[in-house]
Nanobody
Framework: QVQLVESGGGLVQAGGSLRLSCAAS????????MGWFRQAPGKEREFVALISSNGGSTVTADSVKGRFTISRDNAKNTVYLQMNSLKPEDTAVYYC?????????????????WGQGTQVTVSS
């Protein structure tokens, strides 16, 4: 079983920054690719970023490219999402998840363990 705990969300003004953390336990974290998704009220959960198991490869959604950076520290069993130049449209609950290679990396079906989420609110 895997447990994921996100933290670091909060209220920030447009143009500000936040760093989200996702602490993992329960399995060999360093062998798993990890992803971040977000879900705004009334919208579907959408892909934000993905990082390979060793951190050598990353993918970010076009909507956040150049502003968000995903990284990981396998010694700490933690994955991060650095969010800069935040916009009101970034407001959502942010989730981290463990990649399950049975599905697409860009959809929730491609992940098999999820955290509880952390709220990010960006005011204009």
């Amino acid at each position: 079983q895997v447990q994921l705990v996100e933290s670091g969300g909060g209220l920030v003004q447009a143009g500000g920054s936040l760093r989200l953390s996702c602490a993992a336990s329960g399995r060999t974290f360093s062998s798993s690719a990890m992803g971040w998704f977000r879900q705004a009220p009334g919208k579907e959960r959408e892909f934000v970023a993905l990082i390979s198991s060793n951190g050598g490869s990353t993918v970010t959604a076009d909507s956040v490219k150049g502003r968000f950076t995903i990284s990981r520290d396998n010694a700490k069993n933690t994955v991060y999402l650095q969010m800069n130049s935040l916009k009101p449209e970034d407001t959502a609950v942010y989730y981290c998840a463990v990649r399950d290679y049975s599905g697409s990396a860009y959809y929730p079906s491609g992940y098999n363990y999820w955290g509880q989420g952390t709220q990010v609110t960006v005011s204009s």
